[in-house]
């Protein structure tokens, strides 16, 4: 899971990188380019890009939990582990999935000459659909009874993930126009905003390390 790690790490720089460029804004009034051209920095200019955050850390966090949980259906894969041999959770997500994306069932019976209960989970699994914009605490808490990680982290760096229903919140709201950029960069100034993505970074990154663990460990197994 080396690459996801990289990824990871990818999408925390270009998330750092951006809240250096709002701090830089935050203590200018004027920015002069190489033509010496001059640009006025307003406030409804900052809680704009204070606004675009919310989009940039929901984007780490459902693409994390996404390729993460792909992962660990491509490790089942790699295994040769059978339905029957999952933990009892995650066989109902499988067959809830199954139902609701109304997965061909009968027609893979027959291409895999009836070795179905070795790709269901599979065939059941449309990576596009897994989260679409509901990524919260409560989701993550969730897939985490799933697919059998831990969900806890260090309180003191992390807050548990309590930002996260908040940034869905903001982000659903600004993707369906419910709110602008700068209503939702109003809320809080350049240093709270900033440590509430460094809360949810290293969130992010001890749950990732959890999901890890569980791979190792085969925590995807009936007990």
């Keep these: 899971m080396q690459n996801l790690l990289a990824d990871l790490d990818d999408r ?16 200018s009034t004027v920015i002069t380019n190489e033509k010496n051209t001059k640009f006025h920095v307003n406030n ?16 780490l966090i459902e693409s994390t939990m996404r390729e993460a949980v792909v992962k660990i259906h491509e490790k089942i894969s790699v295994a040769g582990v059978s339905f029957d041999k ?12 199954a139902k609701k994306n109304n997965t061909p069932l009968l027609e893979m019976l027959n291409q895999l000459g009836g070795n179905i209960s070795l790709n269901i989970h599979n065939a059941a699994l449309k990576k596009e659909d897994l989260f679409s914009g509901n ?20 309180y003191q760096k992390t807050k548990n993930g309590m930002h996260l229903d908040s940034i869905k919140e903001n982000r659903n709201d600004l993707a369906h126009g419910n709110k602008t950029f700068s209503d939702v960069g109003s809320n809080k100034n350049v240093s709270e905003l900033k440590e509430l993505c460094d809360e949810v970074i290293s969130f992010m990154y001890e749950i990732f390390d959890n999901m890890i663990d569980s791979v ?8």
């Design 12 to 27: 925390k720089s270009e998330l750092e990188g951006y809240l250096n460029l709002i701090q830089f804004l935050d203590s």
């Design 44 to 59: 409804h200019l900052l809680k704009t890009s204070k606004g675009t955050v919310y989009i940039i850390l929901y984007n």
């Design 86 to 97: 999952l933990r009892l959770e995650l066989q109902k997500k499988i067959i809830q999935r």
């Design 135 to 154: 990524i919260d605490r409560k989701e993550i808490k969730t897939v985490a009874s799933i697919y059998g990680f831990n969900d806890i982290t260090d």
């Design 216 to 223: 190792e460990s085969k925590k995807y197994l009936q007990a």
